[in-house]
């Protein structure tokens, strides 16, 4: 789909770039020139850029809690074998 019209960009165009690193608006702006013109397409650049922050975020959220609940489930293991251990007198 074609976001800017002015400039013929689409949004594979802004993904790719932001797979690239333009995190931003201003450096999408800068790299394909979006919103430059009439401005019209920035409200849905805008949102890319938006969406694209929430996944991360979600992924840094959930690779948090997979390390937590990893690191948990071996302490948990250590504690409950250490349970079985003969006593050492």
Request: charged share 20%; aromatic share 2%; with cysteine.
């Amino acid at each position: 789909m074609i976001v800017c019209v002015c400039k013929n960009v689409s949004d594979r165009q802004i993904r790719a770039a932001m797979a690239d690193g333009a995190t931003t608006v201003r450096a999408l702006r800068n790299e394909l020139a979006v919103s430059t013109c009439c401005g019209k397409c920035a409200p849905e650049v805008k949102r890319m850029v938006d969406n694209q922050d929430m996944t991360l975020a979600a992924q840094v959220v959930s690779n948090a809690q997979d390390t937590v609940r990893g690191a948990g489930e071996r302490v948990g293991v250590k504690l409950r074998s250490s349970l079985y251990q003969p006593a050492q007198i």
